[in-house]
């Protein structure tokens, strides 16, 4: 007879063996991703860099598309837990700006570019994988939202346009530059409109459109 609690700890452990597994496959599909593209994350592609059956893919997943998009969830995850650590300091517009800047560079580094722009091109061959990508971008544009509504305060520009509006914009450029500077191989033009960003943060500052802005000092008492 099973001792009192054994049950329940091998159900324990069992639970613990299938998580790690599937952690696994997921880091796998992200590395499959940077270095043999959509096309050539594969099911075996993927076992073979995890170092297991690929029978456990479709045990885990149900398909290669579903372990994928697992994929893409856990970047974009991990990049917005990084972002939003980042710009939880940030006392400026210039210093946003900053940030943003420091931030495309570690994405670009980390090759995270590279598993979107692959996710997006498999959307071109692939039915319902576009919605699925697409859906996965709207946290983002919730999260810019949510920085330019903190930016804008209760300036008169953030009466005049809808920050809703300015985010979609704002994540697309985003998008774009990671996209172009993926495919040209070449971060120079973008890093140089992060610049641009900055000059024009600047400007932001000395008029005070921006909610960032520390308050006035208050004046001592004579």
């Given at each position: 007879?099973?001792?009192?609690?054994?049950?329940?700890r091998?159900?324990?452990?069992?639970?613990?063996?299938?998580?790690?597994?599937?952690?696994?496959?997921?880091?796998?599909?992200?590395?499959?991703?940077?270095?043999?593209?959509f096309?050539g994350?594969?099911?075996?592609?993927i076992?073979g860099?995890?170092?297991?059956?690929?029978?456990?893919?479709?045990?885990?997943?149900?398909?290669?598309?579903s372990l994928?998009?697992?994929?893409?969830?856990?970047?974009?995850?991990?990049?917005?837990?990084?972002?939003?650590?980042?710009?939880?300091?940030?006392?400026?517009?210039a210093e946003?700006?900053?940030?943003?800047?420091?931030?495309f560079?570690?994405?670009l580094?980390?090759?995270?570019?590279?598993?979107?722009?692959?996710?997006?091109?498999?959307a071109?061959?692939?039915?319902?994988?576009?919605?699925?990508?697409?859906?996965?971008?709207a946290?983002?544009?919730?999260?810019?939202?949510?920085?330019?509504?903190s930016?804008?305060?209760?300036?008169?520009?953030g009466?005049?346009?809808p920050?809703?509006?300015?985010?979609?914009?704002?994540?697309?450029?985003?998008?774009?530059?990671?996209?172009?500077?993926?495919?040209?191989?070449?971060r120079?033009?973008?890093?140089?409109?992060?610049?641009?960003?900055?000059?024009?943060?600047a400007?932001?500052e000395?008029?005070g459109?921006?909610?960032?802005l520390?308050?006035?000092?208050?004046?001592?008492?004579?």
């Open positions: 007879m099973a001792k009192p609690g054994a049950s329940s091998l159900v324990t452990e069992g639970a613990g063996r299938s998580a790690a597994t599937k952690q696994v496959l997921v880091e796998a599909a992200i590395e499959t991703l940077k270095a043999e593209g096309a994350a594969s099911a075996r592609a076992a860099r995890a170092g297991c059956n690929q029978a456990l893919i479709f045990y885990h997943f149900g398909s290669v598309v994928l998009l697992a994929a893409l969830d856990a970047v974009s995850a991990s990049r917005l837990e990084q972002y939003s650590a980042a710009v939880g300091h940030v006392g400026s517009p946003l700006v900053e940030v943003a800047a420091a931030i560079r570690g994405d580094d980390a090759g995270y570019v590279t598993v979107l722009v692959e996710m997006i091109a498999g071109s061959s692939t039915p319902g994988l576009g919605a699925e990508v697409a859906a996965r971008i946290p983002w544009r919730q999260f810019a939202q949510q920085i330019i509504d930016a804008l305060g209760g300036s008169a520009l009466s005049v346009v920050s809703d509006e300015i985010a979609h914009g704002v994540v697309a450029l985003y998008l774009g530059l990671e996209l172009l500077s993926h495919l040209d191989a070449d120079a033009a973008a890093l140089s409109l992060f610049d641009r960003a900055k000059q024009v943060a400007v932001v000395v008029l459109v921006g909610g960032f520390p308050a006035p000092t208050p004046r001592r008492a004579s």
